[in-house]
């Protein structure tokens, strides 16, 4: 992995001293009373150099605010998402890249050695360097109370971690007896694996670095349980919430919590440059509004975003169209990238006995996959633009293969019903629903996040095939938190969430996906609880299947090359093409994207996606600038 060329370093060496570059507006003044260095001297000494016009873009100039709507004040983690200042990084080719790293050597997928850029700074001006690598190891991964479960399943090979080596002050190395696929993936994700943190913020939160009467003072003036939860609260990364913790990000929030507007100003350390040496991003501030995820549509059209994905959908696009003429912004049409829009998930993990043996029968979860009419749910609720399919990977991923998409999707109610009587469920009662082995009548509540009257729509298309099946389902809407709360306690017994993730996988994906390994996987929480606690939580698998994903999943992990990983994706999805684990709708599925008119370099294609794309991250919000 490889950043610059020499080429590029001397156009950098040349370009970073000189005078022409200009300093953003909002940094003029902070420069001119000497409260900030110049550019020059915040830069590191080997920035990371964006070549615009390979991009096909153009550049730009400094300054300038945009305007995001969001639906909590949690979603300030968002702007971690879109920012995505990773140590490598995806391109919208979908390789890999050094971004933060200056670069990385990578030894058989075994041994990883991370070089850092000297020079390169935290927001808060302050040096990043291996000590920020160490101090996560040391005193944060291998901390009982910061890290009760242990270090993060992405830096554990066979249940053993890395053997971590500071070499100096910018070369650090991390090395696996068997190779780690999913190292440098995790590293690069929407979510990112954080293997560094501020250490000279953070050290004043850590029982090892402060003295114990005032770390108890801090400690009850916070109100939390103890200094693990100090620490936690005020050095979380990804959440983005507090004003005060240095960051790497091209944007940093000033806003404490809670708020309902949260302003985020240029980082004024941030590392890249363009090609004339003007320091990214380009804009100054993004402001951040909160409003209800239901009023989100008519506001963008009312044209208080420049910049909105999130919260839009299909059927807001001809509104969207009229208000751009009105209000001077376009719209365009990305598509989306998981693996089906919406999918309804059985609790393989349900508290209730007869409805949990009943989930974990094939032939029930495939008669509730032949009773949804995939073509009426794209002519009603997707203008007849979108693809019915399993939830599986999309055409254009070298993973995709048609009779996994084609996998039990026949809208089909006679063998539906044929396949509910084999299983012994033929009694029905007055109201003509079918009766569970003890006597109840099959009525199913199907659990929502409550974010879209989207998946309400689809869920009353549903309601009625299901219903000629004898099985009567009913939605219950519910905040996030309480959502998942209820999956994970095994409350829920069925609820509807977005299809895979990342629908455009390579064999070097890592297919995490599609076995058990995070207690947020709604058809098997306390599996996934399982593996993501190492044992500690949760429980094994116990069925087959289920256990061969997981067993297949290390598989993929120990395996030496590509092709010995395609193998082990191709058997991992034939077995949920088979086994109906998600009963998937549509895919493919146009997302509207709303744009300032003045906004420049926001691409007019592509593809929108939590994974690998990190939404708008992968192309690169600080090259977004705004014309005047």
């Not at 509807?496 to 076995?515: K, Q, S, Y």
Request: aromatic share 10%; with cysteine; charged share 20%.
């Amino acid at each position: 992995m490889r950043v610059f060329s020499l080429a590029c370093l001397a156009l950098v060496t040349s370009l970073i001293g000189s005078p022409a570059i200009a300093e953003s507006p909002l940094l003029v003044e902070r420069v001119g009373a000497g409260a900030l260095p110049p550019v020059a001297e915040r830069l590191p000494q080997t920035p990371m150099v964006t070549d615009l016009a390979a991009m096909g873009r153009e550049a730009g100039r400094p300054g300038g605010d945009i305007s995001l709507l969001m639906a909590r004040s949690k979603d300030t983690r968002m702007l971690t998402v879109y920012g995505y200042a990773r140590l490598v990084g995806f391109t919208p080719e979908l390789s890999l890249q050094p971004d933060i790293a200056l670069k990385v050597d990578n030894e058989g997928g075994q041994s990883f050695t991370f070089h850092l850029r000297p020079g390169h700074r935290w927001s808060d001006g302050q040096p990043f360097t291996t000590e920020d690598f160490r101090y996560y190891w040391e005193d944060m991964a291998l901390n009982e109370f910061l890290s009760p479960f242990g270090p993060p399943e992405a830096l554990l090979v066979n249940g053993e971690p890395p053997r971590v080596e500071v070499i100096d002050r910018h070369t650090i190395r991390y090395q696996w007896p068997a190779p780690n696929p999913l190292f440098l993936p995790s590293l690069a994700g929407a979510r990112p694996l954080y293997i560094y943190a501020p250490a000279h913020y953070l050290k004043q939160f850590h029982a090892g670095y402060v003295d114990e009467d005032k770390l108890k003072a801090m400690v009850e003036e916070a109100g939390v349980r103890n200094w693990a939860g100090l620490h936690t609260r005020y050095g979380h990364q990804y959440k983005f919430d507090n004003p005060d913790l240095p960051t790497l990000q091209p944007w940093l929030c000033v806003t404490p919590a809670p708020s309902e507007r949260f302003i985020f100003e240029r980082n004024p350390y941030f590392h890249r440059v363009d090609t004339k040496g003007q320091q990214l991003p380009y804009l100054d501030r993004v402001v951040v509004n909160i409003a209800s995820s239901g009023l989100i549509p008519a506001k963008t059209g009312a044209g208080e975003s420049d910049l909105q994905g999130r919260y839009l959908r299909l059927d807001n696009y001809p509104f969207l169209m009229e208000g751009g003429e009105r209000n001077n912004f376009v719209v365009r049409l990305w598509q989306m990238g998981i693996g089906s829009q919406m999918a309804i998930y059985p609790n393989l993990n349900a508290n209730d006995d007869t409805w949990r043996g009943l989930m974990r029968d094939v032939r029930f979860r495939r008669a509730l996959s032949l009773g949804v009419d995939r073509d009426e749910i794209n002519q009603v609720i997707y203008f007849g633009l979108v693809h019915p399919s399993a939830n599986t990977v999309l055409p254009q991923s070298p993973l995709f293969r048609q009779e996994y998409a084609d996998a039990w999707v026949q809208f089909d109610l006679s063998g539906a019903n044929a396949l509910l009587d084999e299983i012994g469920l033929s009694q029905r009662n007055d109201e003509n629903l079918r009766l569970l082995p003890d006597g109840r009548p099959m009525e199913i509540v199907v659990h929502s996040a409550g974010e879209s009257t989207e998946q309400t729509d689809l869920l009353e298309l549903i309601h009625d095939n299901w219903l000629k099946m004898g099985i009567k389902i009913h939605t219950k809407p519910s905040q996030r938190e309480v959502f998942r709360e209820r999956l994970y306690s095994g409350e829920a017994l069925m609820s509807i969430w977005t299809g895979l993730d990342n629908g455009l996988p390579t064999a070097d994906t890592p297919p995490t996906e599609l076995a058990p390994t995070n207690q947020t996987q709604p058809q098997w929480p306390v599996w996934g609880q399982y593996f993501e606690t190492a044992g500690l939580t949760g429980s094994t698998p116990d069925m087959p299947e289920v256990a061969e994903l997981a067993t297949l999943l290390q598989q993929w992990r120990s395996a030496s090359d590509s092709q010995l990983r395609h193998e082990v994706w191709q058997r991992m999805l034939a077995i949920h093409a088979d086994q109906v684990f998600s009963i998937g709708t549509v895919n493919a599925v146009p997302q509207p994207i709303v744009v300032n008119a003045r906004l420049r370099n926001v691409p007019e294609e592509g593809i929108y996606a939590w994974a690998p794309g990190a939404y708008f991250g992968m192309y690169r919000p600080d090259t977004f600038w705004l014309e005047p």
